[in-house]
């Protein structure tokens, strides 16, 4: 064998290798990133869900006599707001992530204030769709849960493999950034006052 060969061979194995090494990192950031989208588009069809019962909740309390028009609107504008508010699966940034759940929280405080005022309607609490829904909405709101807490579990799946050194080193070069989390709002982690004074 000629001498000359030997560090041509050795120069091919170790391109070889590191081509290898990039194929595969890429195609596991690649599934990854998508099981991350995925998820994210299982949190929006929640949200939309939610959305939908909203509108025919709203609808419901409509019919109610002399039901409280400022807070029937305020659930309108949110669900307004909340609905016109998307995220691009491809581009979920901070910012993007922070805007969306600031409608969404809106929306849940809107309908929270409904829900307390239609405690005021004897009407409305034993009309059978007007109950149907709100048990509807609870189990939604399991669901939009659930949907949040996987979508954290495929971008911090996605986040550690691209994070890891080498990993690191060819995300960069192939434009894996970070994706950003769905995190709780601002004050949910201290508890809620409860006033238990019926005076």
Do not use: C
């Amino acid at each position: 064998m000629k001498k000359w060969l030997i560090p041509l061979i050795i120069i091919a194995a170790i391109v070889f290798g590191v081509y290898n090494w990039a194929v595969g990192f890429n195609n596991t950031a690649v599934e990854h990133e998508a099981n991350a989208k995925t998820a994210w588009s299982n949190v929006e069809s929640s949200y939309q869900r939610r959305n939908d019962l909203i509108g025919n909740l709203v609808n419901t309390v409509k019919g109610a006599a002399d039901f409280e028009k400022t807070t029937l609107t305020q659930v309108i504008e949110a669900r307004a707001k909340a609905t016109s508010t998307t995220i691009d699966p491809s581009n979920i940034t901070p910012e993007n992530l922070a805007t969306f759940q600031q409608a969404q929280s809106g929306l849940s405080g809107a309908l929270s204030r409904l829900l307390v005022t239609v405690e005021r309607y004897p009407e409305l609490k034993a009309n059978q769709n007007f109950l149907d829904l709100q048990n509807q909405l609870e189990g939604t709101e399991n669901r939009i849960n659930v949907a949040r807490d996987r979508y954290n579990q495929a971008v911090n799946t996605y986040d550690i493999f691209t994070s890891k050194f080498p990993n690191k080193i060819l995300a960069g070069w192939f434009g894996f950034d970070e994706m950003a989390r769905y995190k709780a709002d601002p004050g949910a982690e201290q508890a809620p006052e409860v006033d238990f004074d019926f005076d």
